[in-house]
């Protein structure tokens, strides 16, 4: 198990494209989250899943920001429109529901520049 | 809500004690991390705490009070490697009783000096 894989690592965009990151879990893990970094700032949640369902998004997701799921393994984050406050490391983790559910592992994070 | 407070940066000589501090205020409590930054890198668990008392983990210990929403962590014998970002996170609960998202405090740099 090589743990939570996201791609691209880095992505610099001009302002108005779209931009999509993938993240593939750790296999077996039913729960799915997606987080946003800034420089200097703890991780704010942005939206989880657990198997295909979104069970919770943040209020920080605006309408240009959508998240899949769709066969409850690997998930997308896209973002549209691209802003340049949207520069940060997206990081992704999961975890079980229920066991080891008190840990939850993320992916090496994906960063993303907008100019 | 979540609201998550720890100190933004600490220095620590090598080999010497250090004590994270953490205080939170929660809607609704299932359990707190504390989790390892390095510059650049993505977090890595360090600690689960969900009930009073104290956890240790080789030379990291993490302790929780529920009454007082606080909670440290304490690295002993610190070596250079452990310069990182500390980050204290909550976990609330759902009303449907299931564990939730995790909810961040903005971290604690800490520089480990020779």
């Known amino acids: 198990d090589t743990g939570v894989s996201q791609n691209p690592r880095h992505k610099i965009t001009k302002r108005g494209q779209n931009v999509t990151f993938r993240c593939d879990p750790i296999?077996?893990?039913?729960?799915l989250y997606w987080y946003r970094q800034t420089l200097g700032q703890g991780p704010e949640f942005l939206t989880y899943?657990?198997?295909?369902?979104?069970?919770?998004k943040s209020r920080l997701l605006s309408d240009r920001f959508s998240a899949e799921r769709p066969k409850g393994s690997f998930s997308t984050l896209e973002i549209q429109r691209t802003e340049q406050g949207d520069s940060a490391m997206y990081l992704c983790?999961?975890?079980?529901?229920?066991?080891?559910?008190?840990?939850?592992?993320f992916g090496e994070g994906s960063w993303l520049t907008v100019v | 809500g979540q609201n998550i407070d720890q100190p933004t940066e600490m220095t620590a000589t090598e080999g010497a004690i250090v004590q994270i501090n953490c205080t939170y205020q929660?809607?609704?409590?299932?359990?707190l991390f504390w989790y390892q930054q390095h510059a650049g890198e993505a977090p890595t668990f360090l600690s689960y705490?969900?009930?009073?008392g104290l956890e240790e983990k080789g030379r990291f210990s993490s302790f929780l009070s529920r009454s007082k929403g606080y909670s440290y962590l304490l690295l002993k014998e610190l070596q250079m490697k452990d310069s990182a970002s500390y980050l204290c996170?909550?976990?609330?609960?759902?009303?449907?009783?299931?564990?939730?998202?995790?909810?961040f405090g903005t971290g604690t740099r800490l520089q480990v000096t020779l």
């Open positions: 705490n969900v009930l009073d």
């Open positions: 996170a909550v976990r609330d609960r759902v009303n449907t009783g299931t564990a939730s998202k995790l909810t």
């Open positions: 983790a999961s975890s079980l529901a229920k066991g080891d559910g008190n840990t939850i592992y």
């Open positions: 899943f657990q198997n295909e369902a979104q069970l919770e």
């Open positions: 929660t809607s609704g409590f299932n359990g």
């Open positions: 296999s077996e893990h039913n729960r």
